[in-house]
């Protein structure tokens, strides 16, 4: 059975970081490209970033660009999200997702890490 | 960026009627339109992929059409588990976007 279980989530003040990760189990992590997605409290959803397989290749929204940086240990089945100089707007239940092959769609979602930056 | 906009924001409709959402985009995206449920308290799921392409476990009274930038997404003699919101997503292009959500209730 296909297992994401996000953690690392919490309270955490304006302008510092915060790290996620996200234990895969139930398929073999390294063949498939990994992704970040966010909900924030108004239920929108937002793409965050992507990684290709091998952790070679990474993309970014917009918003992120330059904060965050997405990263993978195939040895240890992990995903993580690195935040910085987070922002009040970064507030949202952060979803570790797999792409299928070389698709640009998310087959499988885990239940999703909150974090809320605030003062 | 390819924006995506999705309607209506909102339907209550009855156990057994039919249930159509909509999603255009600001460039052509081929057939390159996802769409996901999801139910209250849990993570979206997802129902149809690229291609108008149903994925396992999915009952076929639900489909979607389109190609380009107009897509319809329909679910046939709706039922109470159909609850939820759905999304619609581009996979054509980065950043990858998604419609801002139609909430589905159940009367």
């Known amino acids: 059975e296909v297992q994401l279980v996000e953690s690392g989530g919490g309270l955490v003040q304006p302008g510092r970081s915060l790290k996620l990760s996200c234990a895969a189990s139930?398929?073999?992590?390294?063949?498939?490209?990994m992704a970040w997605v966010r909900q924030a409290p108004t239920k929108d959803l937002e793409w965050v970033a992507s990684?290709?397989?091998?952790?070679?290749?990474?993309h970014y929204g917009d918003s992120v660009k330059g904060r965050f940086t997405i990263s993978r240990d195939n040895v240890k089945s992990t995903l993580y999200l690195q935040m910085d100089s987070l922002r009040s707007e970064d507030t949202a239940t952060y979803y570790c997702?797999?792409?299928?092959?070389?698709?640009?769609?998310?087959?499988?979602w885990g239940p999703g890490t909150m974090v809320t930056v605030s003062s | 960026e390819t924006t995506v906009t999705q309607s209506p924001a909102s339907l209550s409709m009855a156990v057994g009627e039919k249930v159509s959402i909509s999603c255009k985009t600001s460039?052509?995206?081929?057939?390159?339109m996802n769409w996901y449920q999801q139910k209250s308290g849990e993570a979206p799921n997802l129902l149809i992929s690229?291609?108008?392409t149903l994925r396992p476990g999915v009952p076929s009274r639900v489909s979607s059409s389109g190609y380009g930038s107009d897509f319809v997404f329909t679910i046939n003699n709706v039922l109470l588990g159909d609850e939820g919101i759905y999304y619609c997503?581009?996979?054509?292009?980065?950043?990858?976007?998604f419609g801002s959500g139609t909430k589905l209730e159940i009367k």
């Open positions: 997503q581009q996979s054509n292009n980065v950043p990858l976007t």
């Open positions: 690229e291609g108008n």
């Open positions: 990684i290709s397989y091998g952790g070679s290749h990474t």
């Open positions: 139930g398929f073999t992590f390294s063949d498939y490209n």
């Open positions: 460039t052509d995206i081929d057939d390159d």
């Open positions: 997702t797999r792409h299928i092959h070389n698709n640009w769609y998310f087959d499988f």
